[in-house]
């Protein structure tokens, strides 16, 4: 079954082709259609993402391809005025490579990049001296922390707030995390370690004794 101005995609599921068209409304809602017509629908995405053609699509159990997943996120909690954070790949791999780079130690630094109403981009990150050299928690080396601020500066950056790793523990904020957040409108990024072949990072807003996880996107 075709329809006006549908797309054809393929995917594949056990090796089998299955031949799907989609179409999207005004509020950019997606419904896609098998060949024998039969619709799925799947929730509203965010006009700022683009569909990969050539990625899976969720019909006969298959997964959605990875920017989808996120954008049908962000759509639901764009809607309920939470602020969500995208970190590029290249970015999360500087931070990754460090923090393995300075175990068993805590690595930490900031991050940099653009805010667009409720959502912040991460454009750039800054690797950091541990100067407490400790496992259970950091200090930002005072110099490095102001030329990464000049560098913010000159590059027309916004500061975003800061990441730190965990070692040994889950990628939530310690007590001592929370108390340290000084900057409520921070993001709060922690690498947890604990799996060493299996990385955790989540961003948080950190406001009193409160943590909230921001949604982070590495994209």
């Not at 409304?25 to 629908?41: A, E, I, P, T």
């Not at 630094?109 to 950091?138: C, M, P, R, W």
Request: hydrophobic share 35%; charged share 25%.
């Amino acid at each position: 079954m075709r329809h006006p101005g549908a797309v054809i995609l393929e995917a594949k599921r056990r090796g089998t082709i299955i031949s799907c068209s989609y179409i999207c409304d005004g509020n950019h809602n997606f419904s896609f259609y098998n060949r024998n017509g039969n619709k799925h629908w799947i929730p509203s995405l965010r006009s700022r993402m683009t569909w990969e053609p050539r990625a899976a699509i969720a019909i006969y159990g298959l997964t959605l391809p990875r920017r989808i997943r996120q954008a049908t996120k962000w759509n639901d909690r764009a809607q309920k005025g939470i602020s969500m954070i995208t970190l590029p790949k290249t970015e999360y791999q500087k931070i990754l490579e460090h923090a393995q780079k300075n175990l068993p130690e805590e690595a930490c630094g900031l991050i940099a990049g653009k805010i667009e109403g409720n959502d912040k981009h991460i454009e750039k990150v800054y690797l950091l001296t541990n100067i407490d050299h400790s496992n259970e928690h950091f200090s930002l080396d005072p110099k490095e922390h102001l030329a990464a601020i000049k560098d913010m500066r000159q590059n027309g950056l916004s500061p975003l707030g800061n990441w730190h790793s965990h070692p040994e523990s889950p990628s939530r904020p310690s007590q001592e995390d929370k108390r340290l957040a000084f900057d409520s409108k921070a993001s709060y990024l922690i690498l947890s370690l604990m799996d060493r072949e299996n990385p955790v990072l989540n961003s948080f807003h950190i406001e009193g004794d409160n943590a909230t996880n921001e949604g982070l996107v590495i994209e």
